[in-house]
């Protein structure tokens, strides 16, 4: 370099000098192969995707529990049965029933008595039984009744009722309308019905006596 002429020299040094901080500059060093950069938010609102997690399925107020989890109905309420117990009767026209021989006055039986619907005015019921009538033959019958409440007590209506017995109608099977009334005690009640005198078909009119169990827990 010193052979160079003075301007020349000068002019290099310059140029050496610019090439050399250039060089000493920091470069940005390429990122090595295999090396995933990743950067990690600290925003915490930021709410997981939905696609990680199950979907909520939204509460149904009016959903019905399955069958599975409700007990079965069977229509059928024991504390709505009773057991009838028949029975004692009385003939007021002594005479015929005595010349007709219809004054058996002991009548003995059972039947079941079916409360189907009770509500503040009354009960809708259901009868089925036998019993030893007032001329000792066995006297079957099936009946649907209503009896109007009266105070806490007493009951009083009748019954529509399918009547059979060699007693009655030359024992040919017939329905009669009964009246009834019921005074109950709790644990047991007691009934009275009427009979009506029906022509051929009930020769003699009669008064009925008999009790009630319920069958109740």
């Known amino acids: 370099m010193k052979y160079l002429p003075y301007g020349l020299q000068l002019t290099f040094a310059v140029a050496l000098t610019l090439g050399g901080c250039g060089a000493l500059a920091r470069q940005p060093e390429p990122a090595s192969p295999g090396v995933i950069f990743m950067t990690v938010s600290t925003d915490t609102s930021v709410e997981p995707s939905q696609e990680g997690r199950p979907a909520a399925a939204p509460a149904?107020?009016?959903?019905?529990?399955s069958p599975e989890s409700r007990p079965a109905d069977t229509g059928f309420n024991l504390d709505a049965l009773d057991l009838n117990?028949?029975?004692?009767?009385?003939?007021?026209?002594?005479?015929?029933?005595?010349r007709l021989h219809l004054d058996n006055e002991v009548n003995p039986g059972l039947g079941l008595h079916y409360e189907l619907v009770t509500d503040a005015r009354g009960i809708t019921f259901a009868e089925v039984g036998a019993y030893d009538d007032s001329g000792s033959h066995w006297a079957k019958f099936a009946a649907l009744g209503y009896?109007?409440?009266l105070g806490e007590h007493w009951r009083i209506g009748g019954a529509l009722?399918?009547?059979?017995?060699?007693?009655?109608?030359?024992?040919?099977?017939?329905?009669?309308?009964?009246?009834?009334?019921?005074?109950?005690?709790?644990?047991?009640?007691?009934?009275?019905?009427?009979?009506?005198?029906?022509?051929?078909?009930?020769?003699?009119a009669a008064i009925g006596f008999y009790l009630s169990i319920p069958f109740r827990k």
Do not use: C
């Open 60 to 65: 149904d107020v009016n959903a019905k529990p």
């Open 85 to 98: 117990v028949y029975g004692l009767s009385y003939h007021p026209d002594r005479k015929t029933v005595q």
């Open 147 to 149: 009896q109007f409440k």
């Open 161 to 204: 009722a399918l009547i059979h017995s060699r007693t009655y109608n030359d024992g040919a099977a017939f329905i009669g309308m009964i009246p009834l009334i019921t005074y109950d005690f709790g644990r047991i009640k007691l009934n009275t019905v009427y009979f009506p005198k029906l022509g051929h078909t009930n020769e003699v």
